[in-house]
Protein backbone atom coordinates (compact mmCIF):
# COMPACT_ATOMS: atom_id res chain seq x y z
CA UNK A 1 0.00 0.00 0.00
CA UNK A 2 2.75 2.55 1.00
CA UNK A 3 4.41 2.03 -2.82
CA UNK A 4 0.82 2.84 -4.12
CA UNK A 5 0.87 6.02 -1.98
CA UNK A 6 4.62 6.93 -3.17
CA UNK A 7 3.42 6.48 -7.02
CA UNK A 8 -0.12 8.02 -6.84
CA UNK A 9 -0.41 10.46 -3.52
CA UNK A 10 -4.02 11.76 -4.74
CA UNK A 11 -6.42 8.85 -3.44
CA UNK A 12 -9.40 10.02 -1.84
CA UNK A 13 -11.03 6.54 -1.32
CA UNK A 14 -11.23 4.21 1.30
CA UNK A 15 -8.43 2.61 2.74
CA UNK A 16 -10.48 -0.90 2.76
CA UNK A 17 -11.25 0.13 -1.38
CA UNK A 18 -7.67 0.52 -1.83
CA UNK A 19 -6.26 -2.82 -0.16
CA UNK A 20 -9.73 -4.20 -2.41
CA UNK A 21 -8.23 -3.56 -5.29
CA UNK A 22 -4.35 -4.24 -4.42
CA UNK A 23 -5.47 -7.35 -4.15
CA UNK A 24 -7.30 -7.71 -7.46
CA UNK A 25 -3.94 -7.45 -8.93
CA UNK A 26 -1.97 -9.55 -6.48
CA UNK A 27 -4.41 -12.49 -7.40
CA UNK A 28 -4.41 -11.67 -10.78
CA UNK A 29 -0.54 -11.22 -10.59
CA UNK A 30 0.49 -13.95 -8.42
CA UNK A 31 -1.46 -16.71 -11.10
CA UNK A 32 1.73 -16.65 -13.56
CA UNK A 33 3.49 -17.93 -10.67
CA UNK A 34 1.15 -20.54 -9.12
CA UNK A 35 0.03 -22.47 -12.18
CA UNK A 36 2.57 -24.71 -11.91
CA UNK A 37 2.27 -24.99 -8.17
CA UNK A 38 0.59 -27.98 -6.14
CA UNK A 39 0.02 -27.49 -2.45
CA UNK A 40 -1.42 -30.31 -0.13
CA UNK A 41 -4.48 -30.19 1.80
CA UNK A 42 -4.43 -33.10 4.43
CA UNK A 43 -6.81 -32.24 7.30
CA UNK A 44 -9.97 -33.52 6.02
CA UNK A 45 -11.83 -37.03 6.61
CA UNK A 46 -15.11 -38.45 5.27
CA UNK A 47 -18.61 -37.88 7.52
CA UNK A 48 -21.05 -40.57 6.43
CA UNK A 49 -23.53 -39.18 4.32
CA UNK A 50 -21.94 -35.56 4.01
CA UNK A 51 -21.64 -35.34 0.25
CA UNK A 52 -19.73 -32.11 0.04
CA UNK A 53 -16.70 -31.07 1.51
CA UNK A 54 -14.63 -27.71 1.80
CA UNK A 55 -11.14 -27.15 1.19
CA UNK A 56 -9.46 -25.44 4.58
CA UNK A 57 -6.98 -23.54 1.77
CA UNK A 58 -7.86 -20.40 -0.44
CA UNK A 59 -7.39 -22.34 -3.61
CA UNK A 60 -7.57 -21.41 -7.97
CA UNK A 61 -8.72 -24.89 -8.15
CA UNK A 62 -8.70 -28.40 -6.97
CA UNK A 63 -6.12 -30.75 -9.01
CA UNK A 64 -6.44 -34.31 -7.37
CA UNK A 65 -8.63 -35.97 -4.38
CA UNK A 66 -7.44 -38.91 -2.78
CA UNK A 67 -9.41 -41.01 -0.35
CA UNK A 68 -6.69 -43.53 1.78
CA UNK A 69 -4.06 -43.71 -0.58
CA UNK A 70 -6.44 -43.90 -3.52
CA UNK A 71 -6.95 -41.30 -6.15
CA UNK A 72 -10.22 -40.34 -6.89
CA UNK A 73 -11.64 -40.07 -10.52
CA UNK A 74 -13.28 -36.74 -11.95
CA UNK A 75 -16.21 -36.53 -13.21
CA UNK A 76 -18.49 -33.46 -13.66
CA UNK A 77 -21.09 -32.66 -10.71
CA UNK A 78 -24.30 -33.62 -13.88
CA UNK A 79 -22.66 -37.33 -14.04
CA UNK A 80 -23.91 -37.94 -10.68
CA UNK A 81 -26.71 -40.82 -10.22
CA UNK A 82 -29.55 -39.85 -8.80
CA UNK A 83 -31.00 -40.75 -5.90
CA UNK A 84 -27.48 -40.24 -4.45
CA UNK A 85 -25.72 -43.63 -3.61
CA UNK A 86 -23.43 -44.60 -0.80
CA UNK A 87 -20.84 -46.69 -0.35
CA UNK A 88 -16.59 -46.25 -0.61
CA UNK A 89 -16.14 -43.09 -2.94
CA UNK A 90 -14.58 -43.70 -5.78
CA UNK A 91 -15.14 -40.22 -7.58
CA UNK A 92 -14.99 -36.41 -6.85
CA UNK A 93 -16.48 -33.67 -8.86
CA UNK A 94 -16.33 -29.68 -8.43
CA UNK A 95 -18.89 -28.08 -6.46
CA UNK A 96 -19.24 -24.56 -7.00
CA UNK A 97 -16.33 -21.53 -5.55
CA UNK A 98 -16.13 -18.12 -3.51
CA UNK A 99 -16.29 -15.13 -5.26
CA UNK A 100 -13.07 -13.86 -7.27
CA UNK A 101 -13.20 -10.69 -4.75
CA UNK A 102 -12.99 -12.83 -1.73
CA UNK A 103 -11.76 -15.16 0.21
CA UNK A 104 -11.59 -18.61 -2.00
CA UNK A 105 -12.80 -21.55 -0.22
CA UNK A 106 -13.07 -24.71 -3.03
CA UNK A 107 -15.79 -27.10 -2.35
CA UNK A 108 -15.77 -30.75 -3.99
CA UNK A 109 -18.54 -33.52 -3.81
CA UNK A 110 -17.73 -37.38 -3.44
CA UNK A 111 -19.04 -40.12 -5.25
CA UNK A 112 -21.10 -42.59 -3.90
CA UNK A 113 -21.57 -40.66 -1.02
CA UNK A 114 -19.66 -41.93 1.63
CA UNK A 115 -21.24 -44.27 4.20
CA UNK A 116 -18.33 -44.45 6.84
CA UNK A 117 -16.98 -41.91 8.91
CA UNK A 118 -13.04 -40.61 9.37
CA UNK A 119 -11.45 -41.76 6.27
CA UNK A 120 -8.80 -39.70 5.30
CA UNK A 121 -9.01 -36.79 2.56
CA UNK A 122 -5.91 -35.62 0.48
CA UNK A 123 -6.20 -32.66 -1.92
CA UNK A 124 -3.38 -31.62 -4.44
CA UNK A 125 -4.61 -27.73 -5.16
CA UNK A 126 -3.13 -24.75 -6.95
CA UNK A 127 -2.43 -21.99 -4.13
CA UNK A 128 -4.60 -19.03 -3.79
CA UNK A 129 -2.91 -15.90 -2.08
CA UNK A 130 -3.97 -14.73 1.31
CA UNK A 131 -4.89 -11.35 0.95
CA UNK A 132 -2.35 -8.35 2.14
CA UNK A 133 -3.94 -6.89 4.96
CA UNK A 134 -1.38 -4.49 6.11
CA UNK A 135 1.70 -2.78 4.77
CA UNK A 136 4.21 -5.16 6.64
CA UNK A 137 2.38 -8.21 4.78
CA UNK A 138 4.39 -10.60 2.69
CA UNK A 139 3.88 -11.19 -0.83
CA UNK A 140 3.62 -14.60 -1.67
CA UNK A 141 4.83 -16.49 -4.64
CA UNK A 142 5.93 -13.56 -6.40
CA UNK A 143 9.68 -12.37 -6.68
CA UNK A 144 10.72 -9.03 -4.88
CA UNK A 145 12.23 -8.01 -7.91
CA UNK A 146 8.69 -8.08 -9.85
CA UNK A 147 6.48 -6.68 -6.51
CA UNK A 148 6.07 -3.33 -7.86
CA UNK A 149 3.71 -4.79 -10.91
CA UNK A 150 1.14 -4.92 -7.93
CA UNK A 151 1.27 -1.37 -7.49
CA UNK A 152 1.45 -0.60 -11.10
CA UNK A 153 -2.14 -1.98 -11.55
CA UNK A 154 -3.62 -1.19 -8.62
CA UNK A 155 -2.75 2.42 -9.78
CA UNK A 156 -4.75 1.92 -13.21
CA UNK A 157 -7.66 0.64 -11.30
CA UNK A 158 -7.66 3.31 -8.39
CA UNK A 159 -6.68 6.16 -10.54
CA UNK A 160 -9.75 5.38 -12.93
CA UNK A 161 -12.11 5.44 -10.15
CA UNK A 162 -11.10 8.89 -9.20
CA UNK A 163 -11.34 9.63 -12.62
CA UNK A 164 -7.81 10.71 -13.50
CA UNK A 165 -7.74 9.00 -16.77
CA UNK A 166 -4.44 9.71 -17.75
CA UNK A 167 -2.61 8.50 -15.15
CA UNK A 168 -4.93 5.15 -15.22
CA UNK A 169 -4.44 4.28 -18.75
CA UNK A 170 -0.37 4.96 -18.45
CA UNK A 171 -0.08 2.86 -15.24
CA UNK A 172 -2.38 0.04 -17.04
CA UNK A 173 -0.17 0.35 -20.11
CA UNK A 174 2.90 -0.15 -17.47
CA UNK A 175 0.89 -3.36 -15.77
CA UNK A 176 -0.16 -4.61 -19.01
CA UNK A 177 3.63 -4.37 -20.75
CA UNK A 178 5.76 -5.56 -17.83
CA UNK A 179 2.97 -8.99 -17.41
CA UNK A 180 2.98 -9.94 -21.12
CA UNK A 181 6.80 -9.98 -20.75
CA UNK A 182 6.71 -11.96 -18.09
CA UNK A 183 4.34 -14.56 -19.54
CA UNK A 184 7.21 -14.16 -22.54
CA UNK A 185 9.55 -14.81 -20.29
CA UNK A 186 7.47 -17.72 -18.84
CA UNK A 187 6.43 -19.25 -22.46
CA UNK A 188 2.72 -18.10 -21.65
CA UNK A 189 1.29 -16.83 -25.13
CA UNK A 190 -2.60 -18.15 -24.57
CA UNK A 191 -4.59 -15.09 -24.72
CA UNK A 192 -6.81 -16.29 -22.14
CA UNK A 193 -4.06 -14.90 -19.89
CA UNK A 194 -4.07 -11.80 -20.76
CA UNK A 195 -3.97 -9.83 -16.91
CA UNK A 196 -7.72 -9.28 -16.11
CA UNK A 197 -6.65 -6.17 -14.12
CA UNK A 198 -6.80 -3.71 -17.35
CA UNK A 199 -10.67 -4.39 -17.47
CA UNK A 200 -11.07 -2.78 -14.05
CA UNK A 201 -10.20 0.61 -15.11
CA UNK A 202 -13.30 0.79 -17.42
CA UNK A 203 -15.27 -1.14 -14.83
CA UNK A 204 -15.47 0.81 -11.73
Not at 65 to 80: F, H, K, Q
Amino acid sequence: MALVENEYGDITLPEQKIKDKINIVYRDLSRLYTRETIEEDDDLVTVAGQEIYTLGSDSRQILAVYLGENRLRNIRAEARLFPRPEGTPIRWFTYGMGAATENVKQRFGLDPVPDEADISITVDYEPMPADLTESDDNVAYIPEEKQHLIAWGAIGILAGIEEDYDIAQNFESRYKNGYNELMIEMGIFRESNYPVTAKQVRQQ
